[in-house]
């Protein structure tokens, strides 16, 4: 799993933060629990609001990436006041991938690619084109989309930064190797 996000920050026409991380890796209270690696869009307050709540629930449901991000999209949706944030979410685990919205969805890619903001369809696209290329990593796919994407959108800088995880998939596949 590779995660990348810019580091622009706008507020209308105007850029007003070059280098915002919009990436974060969460570390379980609990021990035995995985590691998960969030990125987020739109507002910045109700972005961090919701990855409060998120980290709460994976603590509540650890190992439980899906039915924690299933509990944190109900509460998005019935919650008075959750109800108004304007952010969307890219979480992961080593098992699976989530796009998570203000309109109650859980979304998991067909495709293994997801974006979320202003130069997401960009770098969907790009990565779409790109993920079959067999010499190219999942990182190098994330940072040729970006580029693509960051030069085709003026919301997207290329301020990146990135986190990557190894999948259960791909440790099986080197075990038998």
């Keep these: ?5 810019d ?7 105007m850029m007003v ?3 915002a991380k919009k990436i974060r890796r969460i570390s379980s209270k ?17 972005a961090f609001t919701l990855l409060e709540r998120l980290e709460g629930k994976l603590d509540e449901y650890p190992g439980q990436l899906a039915r924690s991000c299933v509990e944190l999209a109900k509460g998005w949706r019935t919650d008075k006041y959750l109800r108004r944030l304007e952010a969307s979410l890219l979480v992961a685990d080593d ?3 989530l796009e998570l919205t203000g309109n109650g969805d859980v979304l998991e890619s067909h495709d293994g690619v997801l974006g979320i903001g202003s130069g997401s369809a960009y770098a969907i696209a790009a990565a779409r ?7 190219l990593s999942s990182e190098d796919v994330a940072k040729r989309s970006m ?3 960051s030069d085709m959108c003026v919301y997207t800088n290329k301020s990146f930064m990135i986190e990557t995880m190894e999948t259960v998939e791909e440790e099986t596949k080197d075990e038998t190797k």
């Design 1 to 5: 799993v590779t995660m990348m996000g």
């Design 7 to 13: 580091g622009q920050v706008s507020m209308g026409s």
């Design 17 to 19: 933060k070059p280098n």
């Design 30 to 46: 609990n021990e035995n629990a995985k590691d998960t690696i969030v990125g987020f869009a739109g507002s910045t307050a109700d």
């Design 95 to 97: 098992t699976v991938s």
């Design 129 to 135: 084109a790109l993920k079959d290329i067999d010499d």
């Design 147 to 149: 580029e693509i994407a």
